[in-house]
């Protein structure tokens, strides 16, 4: 049967892979906390190719630096009042996704019952995707992580 290249369900190559990722990123990836699910998920998505996902997981440490989201990982980011008084949606709950895949989770964003001129008059370009980013991004990932450490999967 074929590893799928999730931890716990790699191949020597894939074991190889993810070592070399990490070897060669490990000064980026000492810049915020991480897994080796993490770095799983880069080679993943450029089919087990260490210099694609290397590049690609390089560029979101930039990203991430870019987007000041340590301050998502540590709890200390304000989002301005606009958003945290009008924004709809968040992370719903978890559910069963498709099969044999397990739980994941279900955010809602009801973006056709806000003020979208409104809230970008009250806010700059980068305080919303910063926003977005944060609750479409980095709380979902928390969601996702929590998720697997429920369910072992």
Known sequence: AAMKGFVGDLSD???TALSKV???LAEELATFEHDD???LRFLRARAWDVEKAAKMLRRHVEWRAEMGAS?????????PEVFRRFAPGGLHKATKCLEGV???PVIYDLVGCIDVDGMLRSAREEE??????????????????ALERETGA
Request: charged content about 40%; hydrophobic content about 30%.
């Open 22 to 24: 990490k070897g060669e």
């Open 37 to 39: 699910g993490d770095v």
């Open 71 to 79: 301050a998502f990982d540590d709890g200390t980011y304000e989002p």
């Open 128 to 145: 919303v995707l910063r926003f977005k980013a944060k609750t479409g991004g980095a709380d979902v990932l928390r969601a996702m992580k």
């Open 13 to 15: 190559d894939q074991k």
């Open 102 to 104: 397990g739980k994941c």
